[in-house]
């Protein structure tokens, strides 16, 4: 399969990029950082612009630095693999060093970005085709089409939030920055989701996601990440649920999850925070937070697995990761 | 020291270092000049007659040389007699999503790809068959019109007196099993290239050069002469180096023809290399398959009677289908004692790409069903797994009840090999006792067989199945001229170590010229088994040919007879004397001969060693160059056909399921099945596998390791997921073929039950194993959990509904409300329904009906 | 669209190219270089067949854009698997692939000569855990994986011992 014809802007720097941006947004500019989510895409006719930005080539994007009170900041070209590798992530956000090892497989690892894996397009197995294909059943509302084959006669896009990384940076209130020609702002990640398949970001046409930062307040939290998966690598999470716990003594004193996989966004479970601050982990515990994470799950079928199991399997990965993330003894501040 | 020099070692594949370099050339690694790219049209529909093909548009776009419609090779084909079924490009109707419409040649592959979306077609849409059970109820919109209820073939097969059977029986069990479809996913996608030579003498189209990523080049030879009314003495079929087959490139696929096909109307050389995707719409995996078994034992465990129906869920064509469905049942003989027998099978056409074969055809997902039916059995009489299968083994040499002939069967010794490695009974037992969380773990056994080819070749006749030429150099060198096939089997080593040790000669000194229909004498091809056990029989009387020249060369020279001469390891020597190695004084004569190059310094040495006078020994160089003296050129021709005694009864379909020589497995898998999500990880496989006679060790090891490793990944997460007719996961991210991290160790137990007939005792070795290790989780599942799965693959959801039904516990509702422990039907993916199941008009109450409609016109 | 003047380094060697933008890397060395040990064995970025390395660190041939990875800024080099036999003979794990069954059909291989090569090069003594990880980025559909670990264990033990030197 061949890529779709277009011209190749290769940026040195923000301003460059965000100059290129304004002045083929008509044309229609797609970024491409590490290609993995983009390229196969495009040989599917799922996108074929006018220029493809690489952005590689932006070195002010590929850091981790430690800003000491702040927290970690972390280029938006940062590859997946060096934050797999790092050992500040690992000892201070094991929860985002667990998802990202989950990632793809470690050569894609090596090429994807944590920028891209938040940018990630929404997934379905009706979307996901060739052109070929998605001919054979008359398009879908995302690509082409006009209606929703997940949702029968359904008018709205139910296409999946498929990245790992997105579910544990909700849990540790990662934010990000986004620059624009205006100038850069910073938001939490969760409100960079829509939750709606065919529209799933709100990042303007001439704005870029440049760095994600990692919140001091939220480093020492003991994290679990699991994933759903048919096969022990090179995949896009089938569910997935992200935990990081952080207890005084024995009591919980803070506790996050989120999921992903199942919504056309990541999402936190907020409730399930209100249920375990100032209690202890137990199976009951555990439970609830199982319960809670599965009502905010609503799983179609975009992807292998039936729905219902997909949401069984956050139920029980947020039980069994809440008491993983728990464990009986002195959490790591104490 | 063994008996052998070259058998039984472990050799590297001589090919290998072409591999780990990257020179070896596979088919899309070639190019010519002025070589055009063909990409396919595929179609959109189910099955609807083509009204009109307009490729106007096409023809126009820059870089477009023609585009090719079936009306260009409208004479029928298909890879059995029977079942000539299949044009290069559709004629007339498009029997499934993916059929092959029309073909663009251009200068480039994206602006074929381009020039694919300007090609118009109208299409008539008819209703669709999706369903096998269903489409067997049709009486009208047949998918081909010459088979009434699309049923492609049917057979009722009764050995025996199965009614007697089940009336002795102490408990009899029945059940539906149902296997989903799984496909080969070789990791080379397929590829052709096509050219024509010009003639000479009349000025015109001359011969027809094809490189085929194929497991059957003579095949593809003859199906080529029939669609292109080309004489097969005007085609030369090549098979490069090939990426895996598995049965996937063991038939004629549609590409190959229709390269062929646009090379002669674009009158350039033509290469197609299908995507990905294309790969799994040409399909020819393993179909869906139903299966209702019903199985009678006696108390003290022996088999009564089997009786079993089965529907394939066969796809558009044809393909092999006659044939697997004819394994199905003729196999289900041979592994054990069964005194009575009754099957009956349906082949069904639906609108899916074809199934055809694919490693342990026919048998695999019936032997699912037995071996798991047998430890339904075993609990219900209270026998151990492991017992029950003993108490019904072959007694050998003998005749099954469906004329199967068996000789060689190691299967007493797999199974005690593999009992005794995984510690069976104490392992059981003690995980009956301990509990880790929410993980249960269990030992699951099971046994399996396969054919070593089949007795009767798809063309019926007595010629031999494989024929095989060997040349003598002038220098000692060896060149084997051979029609058999290597896939990554291993099959041009086989015939170099079989070559080598039949004529004494070094491994070096051979050189495998393989599966060129000018170059290479008739081999049927690679598929169900048969390389090693023919071609490797007719390398071994082809190398005899000229040994007897050699040796009769070497007698006169050293004065001996004939039968005194001894050859091995490039020496000749006379019986009784010392093996030159083990002699002191043979540094002068490796000397002589050592350095001697080629046919140059030939009448040197001739003179030296006429000087020496007569000798004991001689190089094995010295002795080659003799026989030259003597009679002129030194070659040998052997040829293999099956014996008459091993083709089977005279039954109709009766020709399908007789081999020589029969491998057999057995396995014991170690599984932990997680009982709050369903996942099972598999931790060990014991596989003992009797391959007759091991030629090359770790050839042996690896095809065994390939099958269990590929059965596992058919028990556990491969499967197509359809929808109407639409296959949702048509590539390697959403087939989920086992990766490293899932992969678990396979021990494997080598047992040599040396066969009679076959080359040193070899049968075969790497499809038997695969067929074992399905039941062998799903028993390890029932071990853990105390929950029998009857529906194929075993993925996570599946294992956690099942588990929720024994443990009482909240029901998981799956698709289509098919309750995996019991199912009734085979299932499909969720989603909009839109075909219908009656043809792809879009529903009624379908919001974007129109629209859509419009835009696939 | 129309070609663009290119500067590519494979395996040691500088190569100026006209292509176009959208050409993906793996298509220019099969198709301009040459070069067709590196596989496409998919379409959508999953199998490995296509591996190649990028300055030392392995890499999908057929996500990259050519034209994104010219050596302009010194870097950017790429190793595909005809660079890894060494003075002309086989590397270590070449060899050792061939021995132990590594490799059946090959088409693979290629991917996982240039994902053991780079584990090798960046951990000369690899755990079990790590050599899996390490090959879960390739798919095989013959070998089912056992007989590779033999392959790499092989290959670093004659490593080691220099046999390979």
Known sequence: ?334 | MSDFAIIGKPVALIDSAGKTTGQGKYTDDLSMPGMLIGKILHSPLPHARIKRINPTKAVKLEGVVSVVVGTDAPNKYGILPVGHDETALAVDKVRYVGDNVACVVATSESIAEQALELIDVEYEPLPAYFDPEEAMKAESDLIHDHRPHNIEKEYHHVFGDPGAGFAQADAIVEGRYVAGEVTHAAMEPHSTLAYFELDALTGEEGRLVVQSSTQVPYYLQHKLSIVLDKPMAQIRVIKPLVGGGFGGKSEIIPLEIIAAVAARKAKAPVKITYTREEVFWAHRGRPRTIIDLKTGVKRDGSLTAVAAKVIQDGGAYCSYGVVTILYSGALLGALYDIPNIQYDGFRVLTNKPACGAMRGHGTVNVRFAFESQLDELALKIGMDPYDIRKRNLLKPPCVTVNGLRVQSYGLPECIEKVVKASDWAARRAEYKQKYNGTVRRGLGLACSHYVSGAANSIIRSDMPHSTVNIKIERDGGVVVYTGASDIGQGSDTMVAQIAAEVLGCTLGRIKVIAADTDLTPVDIGSYSSRVTFMNGNATMRAAEDAKKKIIAAAARKMQCFEADVLMRDDWVWKQGTKPPWERTTTAGIAEVSGHVDGQVLRGSLQQKRKDEGPKDFMTFEEAAVSAMDFAGAVSGTGAYAPPKDARGGGHKGGGVGPSPAYSYSAQVVDAGVDTETGEVTVHKVWAAHDCGRALNPVAVEGQVIGSVWMGLGQALQEEFVWKDGLLMNPGMLEYKSPSAVESPEVVTFIVESIDPEGPFGAKEASEGSLAAVIPAVANAIFDATGMRLRESPFTPERVLSGIRKVMGLKKINMTNDVDPTEPHTLREHGGSLWFKGKGPQRHEMDPARKPALSREQ | MKKELIELKVNGRRHELAIEPSKLLLDTLREDLGLTGSKRGCDDSSCGACAVLLDGTPMLACTMLAAAYQCDGGGNEVTTVEGVAEHGALAAIQKAYGDWGGSQCGYCTPGFMMTVKSLLDNNPEPTEEEIKRALSSNLCRCTGYTQMYEAVKAAIKAEQQGTNV
């Open chain 1, 1 to 334: 399969m061949s890529l779709p014809s277009f011209k190749l802007l290769r940026p040195r720097n923000v301003e460059d990029a965000l100059g290129f941006l304004h002045r083929y947004e008509k044309e229609g500019v797609q970024i491409c950082a590490g290609g993995t989510d983009l390229l196969p895409s495009m040989k599917q006719r799922l996108f074929s612009p006018a220029y493809v930005m690489d952005i590689r080539g932006i070195e002010e994007l590929t850091h981790i630095r430690v800003v000491p009170g702040l927290g970690v900041e972390l280029g938006s070209l940062v590859k997946l693999s060096a934050i797999e590798d790092s050992g500040f992530i690992a000892t201070h956000y094991p929860v985002l060093r667990e998802a990202v090892m989950t990632v793809a497989s470690p050569i894609l690892r090596n090429m994807g970005t944590l920028g891209g894996n938040l940018c990630l397009d929404t997934r379905c197995l009706w979307y996901n085709q060739s052109l070929q294909w998605r001919k054979s059943c008359g398009y879908c509302i995302k690509k082409d089409g006009d209606l929703c084959h997940v949702a029968p006669g359904g008018k709205v896009c139910w296409a999946v939030f498929s990245g790992d990384s997105a579910a544990a940076l909700l849990c540790l209130h990662a934010e990000i920055e986004i620059a624009s020609p205006k100038g850069r702002r910073r938001i939490p990640l969760a409100d960079l989701y829509t939750n709606i398949g065919d529209d799933r970001m709100r990042l303007g046409k001439s704005e870029i996601l440049t760095r994600i930062f990692l919140p001091e307040a939220s480093a020492g939290y003991s994290g679990v990440y699991r994933k759903l998966r048919l096969r022990g690598s090179i995949d896009y999470p089938l569910a997935g649920v992200a935990v990081a716990i952080r207890k005084k003594g024995k009591i919980i004193d803070d506790a996050r999850v989120a999921i992903t996989g199942v919504n056309p966004a990541p999402r936190l479970v907020k409730d399930a925070t209100h249920a375990l601050i100032g209690r202890e982990m137990n199976e009951h515990a555990a439970m609830v937070v199982g319960e809670l994470a599965a009502r905010v799950a609503k799983p179609l079928t975009t992807s292998l697995l039936t729905p219902e199991y997909r949401r069984e399997m956050i139920k029980v990965f947020a039980k069994q990761s809440a008491s993983r993330a728990t464990p009986s003894g002195p959490s790591i501040r104490d």
